[in-house]
Protein backbone atom coordinates (compact mmCIF):
# COMPACT_ATOMS: atom_id res chain seq x y z
CA UNK A 1 0.00 0.00 0.00
CA UNK A 2 1.16 3.40 -0.67
CA UNK A 3 1.66 6.10 1.24
CA UNK A 4 -0.95 7.86 -0.61
CA UNK A 5 -3.46 4.90 -0.21
CA UNK A 6 -2.84 4.99 3.80
CA UNK A 7 -3.40 8.97 3.89
CA UNK A 8 -6.45 7.81 2.27
CA UNK A 9 -7.66 5.47 4.22
CA UNK A 10 -6.74 7.68 7.47
CA UNK A 11 -9.01 10.50 6.26
CA UNK A 12 -12.04 8.57 5.56
CA UNK A 13 -11.85 6.44 8.87
CA UNK A 14 -11.45 9.80 10.78
CA UNK A 15 -14.34 10.77 9.11
CA UNK A 16 -16.58 7.81 9.77
CA UNK A 17 -15.06 8.54 13.29
CA UNK A 18 -16.25 11.89 13.69
CA UNK A 19 -19.52 11.10 11.64
CA UNK A 20 -20.35 8.57 14.41
CA UNK A 21 -19.46 10.62 17.47
CA UNK A 22 -21.65 13.77 15.99
CA UNK A 23 -24.86 11.50 15.61
CA UNK A 24 -23.97 9.54 19.15
CA UNK A 25 -24.24 13.29 20.87
CA UNK A 26 -26.70 14.37 18.63
CA UNK A 27 -29.24 11.34 19.88
CA UNK A 28 -27.80 11.60 23.66
CA UNK A 29 -28.50 15.52 23.29
CA UNK A 30 -32.45 14.79 22.04
CA UNK A 31 -33.04 12.06 24.37
CA UNK A 32 -31.96 14.40 27.25
CA UNK A 33 -34.57 15.65 29.51
CA UNK A 34 -34.15 19.18 31.80
CA UNK A 35 -34.67 17.70 35.34
CA UNK A 36 -34.53 20.48 37.51
CA UNK A 37 -35.63 24.45 37.13
CA UNK A 38 -34.65 26.78 39.90
CA UNK A 39 -37.36 29.35 40.94
CA UNK A 40 -38.19 31.97 38.14
CA UNK A 41 -36.28 29.99 35.67
CA UNK A 42 -36.18 31.54 32.37
CA UNK A 43 -35.46 29.33 29.23
CA UNK A 44 -34.72 29.27 25.55
CA UNK A 45 -36.29 27.89 22.85
CA UNK A 46 -33.21 25.79 20.60
CA UNK A 47 -35.92 25.59 18.11
CA UNK A 48 -39.40 26.84 16.58
CA UNK A 49 -42.03 24.72 18.64
CA UNK A 50 -45.38 24.17 17.15
CA UNK A 51 -47.95 23.43 19.91
CA UNK A 52 -51.82 24.07 20.78
CA UNK A 53 -53.43 25.74 23.61
CA UNK A 54 -53.63 23.29 26.68
CA UNK A 55 -57.42 22.51 26.47
CA UNK A 56 -58.57 23.07 22.84
CA UNK A 57 -56.56 21.87 20.18
CA UNK A 58 -57.94 24.18 17.43
CA UNK A 59 -56.05 27.23 18.83
CA UNK A 60 -52.68 26.55 16.95
CA UNK A 61 -49.57 28.30 18.63
CA UNK A 62 -45.42 28.63 16.99
CA UNK A 63 -42.92 29.74 19.26
CA UNK A 64 -39.87 30.79 17.08
CA UNK A 65 -36.58 29.89 17.87
CA UNK A 66 -34.81 32.06 20.40
CA UNK A 67 -37.97 33.08 22.43
CA UNK A 68 -37.11 33.42 26.30
CA UNK A 69 -39.57 33.05 28.70
CA UNK A 70 -39.88 32.38 32.47
CA UNK A 71 -40.24 28.97 32.93
CA UNK A 72 -42.80 27.20 35.61
CA UNK A 73 -42.51 23.97 37.42
CA UNK A 74 -41.94 21.09 35.69
CA UNK A 75 -44.07 18.16 34.89
CA UNK A 76 -44.28 14.27 34.59
CA UNK A 77 -45.45 12.07 32.58
CA UNK A 78 -46.94 9.29 34.51
CA UNK A 79 -46.40 6.44 31.63
CA UNK A 80 -43.11 7.56 30.38
CA UNK A 81 -42.10 9.71 33.53
CA UNK A 82 -40.50 12.25 31.15
CA UNK A 83 -40.84 15.98 32.21
CA UNK A 84 -42.94 18.25 29.94
CA UNK A 85 -43.42 21.95 30.49
CA UNK A 86 -46.22 24.38 29.80
CA UNK A 87 -45.52 28.29 28.38
CA UNK A 88 -48.31 30.95 29.59
CA UNK A 89 -48.76 32.64 26.27
CA UNK A 90 -50.21 36.08 28.20
CA UNK A 91 -46.77 36.61 29.10
CA UNK A 92 -45.32 36.61 25.78
CA UNK A 93 -45.36 39.50 23.48
CA UNK A 94 -48.40 40.31 20.80
CA UNK A 95 -47.26 38.64 17.77
CA UNK A 96 -47.33 35.53 19.61
CA UNK A 97 -50.16 35.65 21.79
CA UNK A 98 -52.20 36.50 19.32
CA UNK A 99 -53.96 33.64 18.43
CA UNK A 100 -55.14 32.83 21.91
CA UNK A 101 -56.20 35.85 22.60
CA UNK A 102 -58.40 36.73 19.73
CA UNK A 103 -59.96 32.97 19.98
CA UNK A 104 -62.96 32.49 22.05
CA UNK A 105 -61.56 30.63 24.92
CA UNK A 106 -60.25 31.82 27.96
CA UNK A 107 -57.22 29.13 28.12
CA UNK A 108 -53.75 31.35 27.85
CA UNK A 109 -51.50 28.42 28.59
CA UNK A 110 -49.61 26.08 26.28
CA UNK A 111 -50.43 22.31 26.43
CA UNK A 112 -47.73 20.48 27.53
CA UNK A 113 -44.28 20.64 25.37
CA UNK A 114 -41.25 17.49 26.83
CA UNK A 115 -38.72 19.56 28.30
CA UNK A 116 -35.65 18.12 26.18
CA UNK A 117 -32.73 20.03 26.20
CA UNK A 118 -32.71 19.82 22.35
CA UNK A 119 -35.63 22.15 23.01
CA UNK A 120 -34.96 24.23 25.70
CA UNK A 121 -31.82 25.61 27.14
CA UNK A 122 -31.36 27.73 30.61
CA UNK A 123 -30.19 30.88 30.64
CA UNK A 124 -30.11 33.79 32.85
CA UNK A 125 -33.12 36.25 33.77
CA UNK A 126 -33.13 39.17 30.93
CA UNK A 127 -31.57 42.44 32.16
CA UNK A 128 -34.57 43.77 30.56
CA UNK A 129 -37.52 42.11 32.67
CA UNK A 130 -35.06 43.61 35.77
CA UNK A 131 -37.66 46.99 35.54
CA UNK A 132 -40.65 45.52 38.39
CA UNK A 133 -39.27 43.00 40.89
CA UNK A 134 -42.59 42.23 42.86
CA UNK A 135 -41.91 43.20 46.42
CA UNK A 136 -42.59 39.56 48.10
CA UNK A 137 -42.57 36.69 46.01
CA UNK A 138 -39.41 38.37 43.98
CA UNK A 139 -40.60 37.34 40.39
CA UNK A 140 -39.80 39.82 37.57
CA UNK A 141 -41.90 41.30 35.42
CA UNK A 142 -45.42 42.88 35.88
CA UNK A 143 -47.94 45.84 35.00
CA UNK A 144 -46.67 49.43 36.06
CA UNK A 145 -49.60 51.53 36.32
CA UNK A 146 -49.52 55.33 35.23
CA UNK A 147 -50.77 58.13 37.71
CA UNK A 148 -49.37 59.20 41.35
CA UNK A 149 -51.04 56.57 43.28
CA UNK A 150 -52.98 53.40 43.87
CA UNK A 151 -56.80 54.45 43.84
CA UNK A 152 -58.68 53.24 46.81
CA UNK A 153 -59.94 49.48 46.69
CA UNK A 154 -63.69 50.69 45.83
CA UNK A 155 -62.02 52.43 42.49
CA UNK A 156 -59.21 49.79 41.83
CA UNK A 157 -60.82 48.39 38.71
CA UNK A 158 -61.25 52.15 37.42
CA UNK A 159 -59.40 51.91 33.69
CA UNK A 160 -56.20 53.19 33.97
CA UNK A 161 -53.25 53.19 31.65
CA UNK A 162 -49.81 51.14 32.02
CA UNK A 163 -47.01 49.52 30.64
CA UNK A 164 -45.06 46.35 30.60
CA UNK A 165 -41.84 44.74 29.38
CA UNK A 166 -42.80 41.08 28.12
CA UNK A 167 -40.82 37.61 28.98
CA UNK A 168 -39.24 37.84 25.26
CA UNK A 169 -38.10 41.32 25.43
CA UNK A 170 -41.20 43.49 24.08
CA UNK A 171 -42.09 46.92 25.38
CA UNK A 172 -45.66 47.08 25.37
CA UNK A 173 -47.94 50.59 26.57
CA UNK A 174 -51.98 49.73 27.58
CA UNK A 175 -54.68 52.37 27.41
CA UNK A 176 -57.78 52.10 29.18
CA UNK A 177 -56.79 48.96 30.31
CA UNK A 178 -59.26 46.67 32.06
CA UNK A 179 -58.41 44.59 35.62
CA UNK A 180 -61.00 42.21 34.50
CA UNK A 181 -59.34 40.68 31.21
CA UNK A 182 -58.10 37.19 31.79
CA UNK A 183 -56.05 37.48 28.27
CA UNK A 184 -53.89 40.50 27.62
CA UNK A 185 -55.44 42.06 25.08
CA UNK A 186 -53.10 44.27 22.26
CA UNK A 187 -51.26 46.70 23.76
CA UNK A 188 -51.54 50.77 22.18
CA UNK A 189 -48.26 50.74 20.84
CA UNK A 190 -45.22 48.46 21.24
CA UNK A 191 -41.60 47.64 20.03
CA UNK A 192 -38.81 44.28 20.12
CA UNK A 193 -36.38 46.08 23.12
CA UNK A 194 -33.00 45.66 21.48
CA UNK A 195 -30.52 47.27 23.86
CA UNK A 196 -30.77 47.61 27.84
CA UNK A 197 -28.48 49.73 30.03
CA UNK A 198 -28.86 49.66 33.80
CA UNK A 199 -27.57 52.24 35.61
CA UNK A 200 -28.50 52.40 39.89
CA UNK A 201 -32.03 52.47 39.84
CA UNK A 202 -32.14 53.29 36.32
CA UNK A 203 -32.99 51.37 33.70
CA UNK A 204 -32.35 52.64 29.74
CA UNK A 205 -34.24 50.47 26.94
CA UNK A 206 -33.75 50.54 23.59
CA UNK A 207 -36.16 50.08 20.70
CA UNK A 208 -35.93 50.41 16.84
CA UNK A 209 -39.48 52.30 16.80
CA UNK A 210 -40.99 54.55 18.85
CA UNK A 211 -43.70 53.66 21.46
CA UNK A 212 -46.57 55.81 21.30
CA UNK A 213 -47.30 56.58 24.82
CA UNK A 214 -43.94 57.65 26.63
CA UNK A 215 -41.53 60.74 25.84
CA UNK A 216 -39.12 58.77 24.06
CA UNK A 217 -35.58 60.47 23.03
CA UNK A 218 -34.42 59.62 19.49
CA UNK A 219 -30.86 59.36 19.95
CA UNK A 220 -29.86 57.31 16.75
CA UNK A 221 -30.73 57.93 12.90
CA UNK A 222 -29.86 54.60 11.87
CA UNK A 223 -29.97 50.88 13.40
CA UNK A 224 -32.01 48.92 15.97
CA UNK A 225 -31.34 51.25 19.00
CA UNK A 226 -32.77 54.73 17.80
CA UNK A 227 -35.17 55.19 20.53
CA UNK A 228 -34.16 55.26 24.53
CA UNK A 229 -36.52 55.09 27.67
CA UNK A 230 -35.61 55.48 30.78
CA UNK A 231 -37.20 53.64 33.72
CA UNK A 232 -36.39 54.76 37.18
CA UNK A 233 -37.71 53.10 40.31
CA UNK A 234 -37.49 55.56 43.53
CA UNK A 235 -37.75 55.16 46.76
CA UNK A 236 -40.96 56.75 47.18
CA UNK A 237 -43.86 54.89 48.98
CA UNK A 238 -46.92 56.61 48.76
CA UNK A 239 -50.75 55.82 50.80
CA UNK A 240 -53.73 55.18 49.90
CA UNK A 241 -56.53 54.84 52.87
CA UNK A 242 -59.28 52.69 52.15
CA UNK A 243 -62.49 53.46 53.89
CA UNK A 244 -64.51 50.56 54.65
CA UNK A 245 -68.38 50.06 53.30
CA UNK A 246 -70.21 52.83 55.71
CA UNK A 247 -67.21 55.01 55.22
CA UNK A 248 -67.21 55.83 59.13
CA UNK A 249 -63.80 54.09 59.34
CA UNK A 250 -60.50 53.14 57.29
CA UNK A 251 -60.60 49.56 56.52
CA UNK A 252 -57.05 49.70 55.20
CA UNK A 253 -53.93 51.87 53.41
CA UNK A 254 -52.64 50.19 50.03
CA UNK A 255 -48.82 51.62 49.38
CA UNK A 256 -47.74 52.50 46.17
CA UNK A 257 -44.10 52.89 45.18
CA UNK A 258 -43.04 55.70 42.41
CA UNK A 259 -41.53 55.26 39.66
CA UNK A 260 -40.81 57.79 36.90
CA UNK A 261 -40.76 56.34 33.08
CA UNK A 262 -39.70 58.83 30.40
CA UNK A 263 -40.49 61.65 33.40
CA UNK A 264 -43.79 60.80 33.60
CA UNK A 265 -45.25 59.22 37.02
CA UNK A 266 -46.40 55.57 37.09
CA UNK A 267 -46.41 53.21 40.28
CA UNK A 268 -46.89 49.80 40.95
CA UNK A 269 -48.91 48.77 44.36
CA UNK A 270 -46.41 47.06 47.22
CA UNK A 271 -48.34 46.14 50.08
CA UNK A 272 -51.74 46.39 52.04
CA UNK A 273 -51.52 47.27 55.62
CA UNK A 274 -54.43 46.94 58.18
CA UNK A 275 -55.47 48.63 61.31
Not at 128 to 149: A, E, H, I, M, R
Not at 188 to 208: C, D, E, P, Q
Not at 236 to 257: E, F, G, M, R, W
Request: aromatic share 14%.
Amino acid sequence: MTLTRIKKAFILVTMAFLTLVILTVTANASSKYLTKLAKNQYLETRRTIHTTNSHYKNVKITIPKGTVFKSGSLGKSAKSHKTYITINMNNLSWHLRKGIVQSKHNVTVTKGIWAKTSYFKKVHAPKYQSYFKQPYTGNLGGLVWQGNKSFPLRQQFKIENCFRVTEDGYLEYFTGYNYWVTKMPRPYSYAKIHKTIKKGSSLYVYTKSKVCGFPMYHVHKKGNDRYRLKIRKTNQHLATINPDQNKKYDDSVTISIRYYVGGKKFYVNSQRIYP
